[in-house]
């Protein structure tokens, strides 16, 4: 068989595991990965980009397996300098990773582009998928909850998700220009994975560019989605309180609302089983199988299983 061509979508530490299922399934060569940059916010002075960055450091096999997110074998030196200093120390950016943000910032102030940079330094690195941008503009997730108007990181990290969320907003996005790359892979590509990721603030942030979701509306490629919750809950982060904010269901009809403009199929968890004939009625394919990721072998069954079963269900073209 000819390479596929696949594009994933990712976001946060579910989008990292679908990309590192890819980077180590038979398809790893024709894979590229576009991650969400509406996380991103400034710290200290420094452009940080929390999904872009995990993306990198678990592609490069650089990341903290046990929280899931920054540098494996990390100090925090600078944190604690920061902290008798008398400054805000609840975003914890390790000392490595800190040179990444340093990095980052100083080539963003010369007018180098967000795309080039984050080529850069997956290429340092070593990360072992291209990583595409959805594009160069800023775009940044605000929520206004019960607890005021914060952005995704006070409240998923300062606030541990504890407010209610009232209303989500993509600021900047409407006057955004989509990356063109971006926009050709889609085109061009012979098969979209969403990644088990928030579809509200992680993919839903992606979507929010001009002419990203119009994209996959408009590609011959067959377009699957992977459901992030598991017998109605996430394994991490706050979809399903998200979904049921916005008053969606929180259960695997509430991801295929979020994405049905869009999509094929949908893969669901072996525990959401029941869910699957009311998908079926609506004209989706659906994959049942188990979800749960915790090891590459997990990762790289899962998404195998993911393109296998696109591939029995439509013919897809190949270059």
């Known amino acids: 068989m000819a390479e596929l061509n696949i594009t994933l979508l990712a976001g946060g530490v579910g989008g990292a595991k679908a990309a590192e299922g890819l980077a180590a399934s038979q398809y790893a060569s024709g894979t590229r990965v576009v991650g969400n940059i509406a996380d991103d916010e400034e710290f200290h002075g420094l452009w940080v980009s929390p999904d872009i960055d995990t993306l990198i450091y678990s592609l490069a096999d650089k990341i ?11 100090t925090h ?5 920061l902290a008798l200093l008398g400054q805000e120390t609840w975003m914890t950016l390790g000392d490595l990773d800190l040179a990444t ?22 290429q340092y690195h070593g990360a072992s998928l291209p990583i595409l941008l959805p594009t160069d503009d800023v775009v940044q997730t605000k929520l206004h909850t019960d607890k005021g108007y914060l952005s995704f990181q006070e409240y998923f990290v300062r606030e541990h998700c504890d407010a209610q969320v009232k209303r989500v907003e993509y600021v900047g996005a409407e006057t ?9 892979q889609i085109q061009n590509c012979d098969l979209v994975v969403l990644a088990p990721s928030n579809p509200i603030v992680s993919i839903g942030a ?6 990203i979701a119009e994209a996959l509306e408009n590609t011959s490629a067959y ?25 969606k269901p929180a259960n695997s009809m509430g991801i295929y609302q979020c994405y049905q403009r869009f999509i094929d199929a949908l893969v669901i968890d072996e525990s959401d089983r029941q869910e699957a004939s009311a998908l079926h009625d609506l004209g989706v394919d ?14 790289r069954d899962l998404l195998s299983k993911v393109v296998d079963f696109a591939l029995q269900r439509q013919t897809i073209r190949v270059a």
């Open 77 to 81: 030196q600078v944190l604690q300098e």
């Open 223 to 247: 377009v699957i989605a992977i459901s992030p919750l598991i017998a109605g809950k996430t394994v991490k982060g706050p979809a399903d309180q998200m979904l049921a904010a916005m008053g």
């Open 101 to 122: 943000h340093i990095y980052r910032t100083a080539l963003k102030k010369q007018g180098m582009s967000a795309s080039e940079i984050t080529r850069r330094l997956a």
């Open 206 to 211: 992606i979507l929010s560019v001009p002419g």
């Open 286 to 299: 659906v994959l049942v199988t188990p979800s749960f990721m915790s090891n590459t072998d997990e990762k």
């Open 176 to 184: 955004a220009t989509p990356c063109e790359a971006t926009l050709e």
């Open 64 to 74: 903290d397996r046990q929280q899931g997110w920054g540098r494996k074998g990390e």
